[in-house]
């Protein structure tokens, strides 16, 4: 697709999938809590942060490989889970765990995925797959999902833990957005624009794959009110511990913004914290991700590994989330984008694009092994102070 070859950046790949998708689809991925301060800082910290490269140095060999949680990556990038991306290109979330796959990186599946457990390990078996898990009220449910990741190879389990509701979303209120979609003028209108979205979403449809129709209760459900009925606000640490013995493999906890959370954690026995604050979609106020990140990998001591997401939409993002102490970056909007553009030639783009540019900038700066990369690419001082400037733009 000549389109997909022009894409010079993560960016123009959110202009075709902007193009392709239904408007409430389209604002479903984009969009995040509140006002969307939490959302706009991801981005807008990485933009903060100066590079201060070397020259003079051997580069000619370059190294971008890094090990996450015991899997040896081709890059310090893996694909975050993400609900619901069958419903953005059909059979998304096969396709991610393929391009996955191809790029010699992990990808983790939703447990609101729309393909199941079984459908993802079959597409693309040999891939580094994980299971990401939402505490869920049904505890016979939580044991089969979490023996289906099991036996169909999932290797490490994510556990979520900044969902015990979901944040309020605006954009989503705003454009009635529910699964399945609803048949409206507005939406018909809308889809007519869309035809290739459309010709998918009719031979494929939509559904929530890891669940039984049973336990969905039937009809057109905000995501929130599907969250607010299957899922456990009554967890906490105990519930984590209980959940990790049940897996008895390497588990991650992802949503963690506070030291002393990351501590928690690490004394629990998890393999990697995920700083993450949901890719702004949770609570709006909280800091950006990488405003974060410093104050937890001093809190982890390198007990554990150190992800990140949020905002990462360039390779530089993820080398300067390597300089403050991650070991490597999940990656949400910006393999969606690729998705929704074009399916799994898409997210093949998006991971070309972000291992080009990771390539290069080690080039650029000097230091040719993603292992060396630390505060010495940063301009002196390192991180800015973040604290002084979140603010509501009203
Ligand atoms: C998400 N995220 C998410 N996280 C999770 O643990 N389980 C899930 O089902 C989902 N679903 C989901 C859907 C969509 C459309 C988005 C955009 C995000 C959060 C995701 O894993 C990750 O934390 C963020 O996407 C990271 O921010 P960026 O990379 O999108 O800026």
């Not at 069958?86 to 393929?98: F, H, T």
């Not at 013995?245 to 906890?253: H, L, N, S, T």
């Not at 993603?370 to 604290?387: C, N, R």
């Amino acid at each position: 697709m000549k389109t997909l070859r022009r894409a010079a950046e993560i960016r123009d790949l959110r202009r075709l999938a902007r193009r392709r998708l239904p408007h409430a689809i389209f604002e479903f991925i984009d969009g995040g809590a509140g006002r969307e301060i939490t959302l706009r800082a991801n981005e807008d910290d990485f933009a903060r942060i100066g590079l201060s490269p070397r020259v003079g140095v051997d580069v000619a060999t370059r190294r971008t490989r890094r090990d996450i949680v015991g899997f040896d990556s081709a890059l310090p990038v893996m694909l975050a889970p993400t609900g619901l991306a069958g419903l953005y290109w059909p059979q998304g979330e096969q396709a991610a765990a393929r391009a996955a796959r191809r790029a010699g990186v992990p990808f983790c599946l939703s447990t609101n995925s729309v393909a199941s457990i079984e459908e993802v390990s079959a597409a693309a078996t040999g891939a580094d797959l994980w299971f990401q898990y939402y505490f869920l009220k049904d505890e016979g449910l939580t044991d089969r999902m979490l023996a289906r990741a099991r036996a169909h190879g999932y290797r490490v389990l994510c556990i979520t833990l900044d969902l015990p509701v979901q944040g309020r979303r605006h954009r989503d209120v705003r454009n009635a957005f529910v699964v399945p979609p609803k048949v409206t003028l507005p939406t018909v209108l809308d889809a007519l624009r869309r035809p290739s979205w459309v010709a998918g979403y009719l031979r494929h449809g939509v559904s929530f794959g890891n669940f039984e129709t049973h336990q969905l209760g039937g009809g057109f459900s905000t995501i929130a009110q599907h969250i607010a009925s299957l899922c456990d606000a009554g967890a906490d640490w105990e519930t984590v511990r209980r959940i990790a013995e049940k897996w008895g493999g390497p588990w991650v906890v992802k949503g963690v913004l506070h030291p002393e959370d990351a501590r928690i954690a690490v004394g629990l026995g998890a393999s990697a914290v995920v700083v993450s604050n949901h890719g702004g979609r949770q609570l709006d106020g909280v800091p950006s991700a990488i405003s974060a990140l410093p104050a937890i990998a001093a809190a982890v001591e390198g007990r554990a590994q150190v992800l990140l997401d949020g905002g990462v939409r360039r390779g530089t993002d993820v080398l300067k989330a390597l300089a403050l102490g991650a070991d490597a970056c999940m990656i949400g909007r910006a393999f969606l984008w690729g998705l929704a553009a074009a399916g799994e030639a898409g997210v093949d783009k998006t991971l070309a694009l972000l291992g080009d540019e990771i390539d290069n900038a080690l080039a650029l700066l000097g230091v040719p092994d993603v292992a060396a990369i630390g505060p010495q690419i940063l301009t002196p001082g390192g991180a800015p102070d973040f604290s002084a400037k979140m603010r509501d733009p009203a």
